[in-house]
């Protein structure tokens, strides 16, 4: 599948600009647990995925950059010098974005050539744009030597998701996708942007995805309302971020909050303990007590951060009712998306048949199931240099 994948890229990128490229898969990603914390300088615990992005790039020999987004049959032509976004530009904001915030840097981006595709869906929770912001700056970086290091790239492709598309994301898709390794989740400290390399085995348990296939239209105002909340608590308690914040010191605030505003603190608090519970559970090769923390991670998303929605709630609850299920919560930034669920491996197949007759009984429409390894993060596959 992945080397098809590979090979209509690359083929399509020979046919239209009769040269090789370099070619870049850089993955999405997956969360364990550990949702809406990386913006409060928090932790959390991702892996980069075996999907994503295949980018092929390549010098141009005209003055302005010609992309084609080979999933859809779009094209898009630029030059470097005006990358101005654009209302509801998708994904050519991503790119413009990578490319402007390099530039601010003050290193000037020749002319290229594009064409990328994945094999994750848009808005299915599993960071498709992180995928292919890395995409474009680690390509950009290896064709034209730019001498940026990952940390740097990460942070480039953050920005550009900020002020070209309009989401103040966190660092954890960008960090997971760039730095993620074969079997290993990434136990991140969003603060000092570091990580240590959790090796997990699931034993008897393989990672099912479900997608709602739902995608909410106002979840980037959503989200960066929540950032907004979480910030202000955070100056309230005159601390730098939420990671700071104590129960204790929750609690003495308390009067000066709304219960919504206070909920959504003592969530991250909360999410933040079970990140590191979590980290312990799989060392001690406890899945079962993993499991626990997923679900508990899910009704704090549910009920105090508030950023779930009936189809994920419909989902989560069918796992929790399923004796062969032994963790689900939802995944990513909320409000559609996946869910993710540790299931028995022997009990797949039934448990992917059940959830799915009775979500398409209960909205009329169909989820998706995906599985996926953990995996290497973003990296050339060809270097032709
Ligand atoms: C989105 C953002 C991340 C993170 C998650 C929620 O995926 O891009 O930075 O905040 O939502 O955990």
């Known amino acids: 599948m992945k080397q098809a994948l590979i090979n209509n890229i690359e083929q399509t990128y020979k046919s239209l600009f009769n040269e090789n490229p370099i070619l870049v898969n850089s993955p999405g990603r997956i969360n364990i647990i550990g949702e809406h914390t990386d913006y409060n300088d928090g932790f959390v615990l991702p892996a980069a995925i075996d999907k994503g992005i295949i980018a092929a790039i390549g010098k141009s020999d005209s003055s302005y950059c010609k992309i084609l987004a080979y999933d859809v049959n779009e094209k898009f032509e630029f030059f470097t010098e005006n990358t101005e976004p654009f209302l509801n530009g998708n994904w050519r904001n991503y790119i413009l974005g ?8 003050g290193i000037k981006i020749p002319s290229f050539n594009l064409v990328f595709g994945g094999d994750i869906p848009n808005g299915a929770g599993l ?3 992180a995928a292919l912001e890395n995409s474009v700056v680690f390509g950009l970086n290896e064709l034209f030597n730019l001498g940026l290091k990952k940390e740097e790239m990460i942070l480039i492709s953050q920005q550009a998701e900020h002020n070209y598309v309009g989401v103040r994301c966190g660092i954890m898709d960008q960090y997971a996708s760039m730095f993620g390794e074969t079997n290993h989740a990434l ?13 997990i085995d ?4 393989e990672i099912v995805l479900i997608n709602t296939n739902v995608s909410h239209k106002l979840v980037d105002a959503e989200y960066n309302n929540r950032r907004s909340v979480c910030e202000k608590v955070a100056s309230l308690l005159n601390i730098k971020a939420l990671r700071d914040a104590t129960l204790e010191s929750l609690n003495i605030l308390k009067t000066q909050l709304t219960e919504d505003e206070y909920q959504k603190a003592l969530y991250v608090i909360q999410e933040n303990e079970r990140v590191l519970k979590a980290v312990k559970k799989i060392e001690e090769n406890n899945i079962d007590e993993l499991g626990i923390l997923l679900f508990e991670a899910h009704e704090g998303v549910q009920y105090q951060f508030k950023v779930s929605c009936k189809e994920l709630d419909f989902l989560v609850e069918k796992s929790k009712q399923n004796p062969n299920v032994i ?8 409000f559609g998306g996946c869910t993710i669920n540790i299931v028995k491996k022997d009990f797949i197949k039934d448990y992917t048949n059940e959830i799915s007759i009775a979500y398409f009984k209960e909205f009329n429409k169909q989820c998706s199931t995906y599985f996926v390894k953990l995996s290497q993060g973003t ?3 060809n270097n032709i240099k």
């Open 202 to 205: 699931f034993k008897d348990y």
């Open 187 to 199: 136990l991140l400290d969003c603060r000092t942007q570091k990580a240590r390399s959790i090796k």
């Open 327 to 334: 963790g689900a919560r939802m995944m990513g930034g909320g």
């Open 379 to 381: 990296h050339i596959i």
């Open 98 to 105: 990578v490319v402007g915030e390099i530039q601010k840097r």
């Open 127 to 129: 960071s498709s744009s």
